[in-house]
């Protein structure tokens, strides 16, 4: 079963096999980052959305510092959620340096910047424009059929109605 992984130690986290996914986002886009986060779950893949880090004392700096770069450490991949709150962050293009030679990071643009130029250090990862192309990343990634997963009930078809990323992904993309 996939997990956040914020609650794990550096010890049990290397015991365990397997895709982790950084979530990278802006403060204020929090709850869409959530609803990316419980897909990647859904789908079977394990996250870390420092959200649900309930460790982390977010009065302190060195604490968040500190729980990102073991956030990091740990995954196999960034997403980078890309929203016009996210090209004004400062913490975005901090984590996906200290991220690019660790990680495997990606970009996924949301709805309202889907067909926007992005900044230069994101021109040179892979980008995703919408709900096809996550879906598509995920089956990758799980090395499964992307069918197979949705007969599962572990992703839901991109033109499917009611699909729970409707609302902040272009699902044609």
Same mark, same amino acid.
């Given at each position: 079963?996939?997990?956040?992984?914020?609650?794990?130690?550096?010890?049990?986290?290397? !015991?365990?096999?397997?895709?982790?996914? /950084?979530?990278? +986002?802006?403060?204020?886009?929090?709850?869409?980052?959530?609803?990316?986060?419980?897909?990647?779950?859904? %789908?079977? @893949?394990?996250?870390?959305?420092?959200?649900?880090?309930?460790?982390?004392?977010? *009065?302190?700096?060195?604490?968040?510092?500190?729980?990102?770069?073991?956030?990091?450490?740990?995954?196999? +991949?960034?997403?980078?959620?890309?929203?016009?709150?996210?090209?004004?962050?400062?913490?975005?293009?901090?984590?996906?340096?200290?991220?690019?030679?660790? *990680?495997?990071?990606?970009?996924?643009?949301?709805?309202?910047? %889907?067909?926007?130029?992005?900044?230069?250090?994101? !021109? @040179?990862?892979? @980008?995703?424009?919408?709900?096809?192309?996550?879906?598509? /990343?995920?089956?990758?990634?799980?090395?499964?059929?992307?069918?197979?997963?949705?007969?599962?009930?572990?992703?839901?078809?991109?033109? !499917?109605? !009611? +699909?729970?990323?409707? %609302?902040?992904?272009?699902?044609?993309?």
């Amino acid at each position: 079963m996939a997990l956040n992984r914020f609650y794990l130690t550096e010890n049990s986290i290397a !015991q365990r096999s397997g895709l982790c996914i /950084f979530i990278s +986002h802006q403060k204020r886009d929090a709850d869409t980052a959530k609803k990316i986060a419980d897909y990647f779950i859904t %789908s079977g @893949i394990d996250v870390y959305f420092d959200e649900y880090d309930t460790k982390i004392d977010r *009065t302190r700096p060195y604490s968040v510092v500190s729980a990102i770069k073991t956030g990091i450490r740990n995954s196999t +991949h960034m997403l980078c959620l890309l929203s016009q709150n996210a090209l004004d962050s400062k913490w975005i293009p901090w984590e996906v340096g200290y991220g690019y030679d660790r *990680t495997t990071v990606i970009g996924l643009t949301l709805k309202e910047i %889907s067909q926007s130029v992005l900044p230069e250090y994101l !021109q @040179i990862v892979p @980008i995703l424009r919408g709900t096809k192309s996550l879906n598509n /990343f995920i089956s990758n990634v799980l090395k499964r059929d992307e069918s197979t997963l949705i007969n599962e009930r572990k992703l839901f078809a991109a033109y !499917q109605s !009611q +699909h729970p990323l409707d %609302s902040v992904l272009n699902w044609e993309l």
